[in-house]
């Protein structure tokens, strides 16, 4: 479980192919705080730290997981937001995450709001998902509020230390981003469908 709050930034430093998965290298400034086993939210996806070599680690992803997020787009310097699970005894700053990519969106609009940034994504239709204005969403691993909801899209307004602590900087329009949708209101859509069908 994790929060959307990135703590840092890593680097990919080599990307090895092993039969349908794919083991990336990364560089973070915690890597020396990481242990074998533990969970590391990259843009958003839920990935195990499965080696430790001095400053670098490594994870790997399965075929399912570089289907549904941006990770199979990654290449050796990519930027990558990095965040370490929910502790239980802290402030929970930004809002339940499960790390558990939903589908990817594209960008659609980038405006420099003098300072600020307003982003627009798009994400295929389905009646699975949608936002909310003011509501919740995920996107590259990071918490963010619904400033404008459509039906297939949504915009966010991104604060000047948003934008230049995480990997927002680095997006163009076109992009692919890893979305994941807030769990209450998946919970909500699947019990509406569920009592429509009695």
């Known amino acids: 479980m994790f929060t959307g709050i990135v703590e840092a930034t890593g680097i990919v430093e080599a990307i090895n192919h092993n039969e349908s998965n794919i083991d990336f290298i990364l560089n973070c400034p915690f890597t020396q705080e990481l ?10 996806c839920c990935l195990t730290v499965v080696e430790i070599t001095d400053t670098n680690y490594r994870v790997t992803a399965i075929d399912e997981t570089l289907e549904k997020t941006n ?26 995450v499960q790390g558990h990519v939903d589908k990817t969106g594209i960008v659609e609009n980038i405006q420099d709001k003098d300072g600020s940034f307003f982003i627009t994504i798009s994400y295929e239709n389905s009646d699975e998902y949608t936002t909310v204005p003011q509501g919740s969403i995920t996107l590259n691993g990071i918490s963010l509020t619904v400033a404008e909801s459509g039906l297939n899209d949504f915009s966010v307004a991104i604060i000047p ?3 230049e602590f995480t990997n927002m900087k680095t997006l163009k329009v076109g ?10 209101g998946k919970y909500v859509n699947k019990l509406m469908k569920k009592n429509a069908a009695l």
Request: contains cysteine; charged residues 30%.
């Open 161 to 163: 230390y948003t934008w």
């Open 71 to 96: 990770l199979g787009k990654w290449k050796i310097g990519t930027e990558v937001n990095l965040e370490r699970c929910l502790k239980f005894d802290g402030r929970l700053d930004g809002h339940l």
């Open 35 to 44: 242990k074998i086993d533990q969970s590391l939210a990259h843009n958003g």
């Open 175 to 184: 992009d692919t981003v890893n979305l994941e949708f807030d769990i209450i």
